[in-house]
């Protein structure tokens, strides 16, 4: 583990192959988002390998579409609604249809350039970007990470058929009851594993 740790984007998130538009149209390349910044590994025939370092503090904002990938190339158009319904109702996504996540980022020259990227992946990239983005704000508001209190209890549900199960978690024990049976059955109550660790 310690060997691992120090190899080269280490911990960032790395996601499958696509398709973007830098720095030319049509361009395969590897996306990996982690330390603040978004990384695009490109590989063309005419520029060979080359990679992209995106600083997040320098996103000016992203969106997310859904396009329709055309069997020649990969130029995009918007999918239109039945596409959609007939895609929902199948249960997967059609073989026609990806996502798009597009960003404006301010390049060294000073202005701000709309950057693509098409892959199935896109809600999880903006996801990543999202996270690191409330990372810097909590910082810079010297806002501190939630912790749990040892105090607090913690309640789950689990419905199995007609009877609903609780379980609450507090001070080391664990308290389970049948809602729908309560008046019947007494709730039970049972150490905890941290409590019989003791």
Request: glycine share 6%; charged share 20%.
């Amino acid at each position: 583990m310690h060997t691992a740790s120090k190899l080269k984007h280490y911990g960032y998130v790395h996601f499958d192959p696509c398709i973007c538009d830098y720095p030319c149209t049509n361009t395969a390349a590897n996306v990996v988002v982690g330390n603040r910044e978004l990384i695009l590994r490109i590989r063309s025939p005419t520029l060979g390998e080359k990679t992209g370092f995106f600083k997040v503090t320098k996103m000016r904002c992203w969106r997310i579409m859904t396009v329709s990938r055309r069997q020649q190339g990969f130029e995009s158009s918007v999918v239109t609604d039945g596409a959609a319904e007939e895609a929902e109702e199948a249960g997967e996504p059609p073989s026609n249809v990806d996502l798009e996540l597009s960003f404006e980022y301010l390049m060294h020259s000073g202005e701000l350039q709309w950057i693509t990227i098409v892959s199935r992946q896109a809600i999880l990239m903006s996801l990543c970007l999202q996270s690191m983005v409330e990372e810097l704000l909590r910082e810079r508001n010297g806002v501190p990470i939630k912790k749990v209190s040892a105090d607090r209890s913690l309640t789950c549900r689990i419905i199995l058929g007609k009877n609903t199960y609780c379980f609450r978690l507090a001070k080391g024990l664990v308290a389970s009851t049948t809602l729908s049976s309560a008046a019947t059955a007494p709730s039970r109550t049972f150490p905890s594993a941290h409590a019989r660790n003791r």
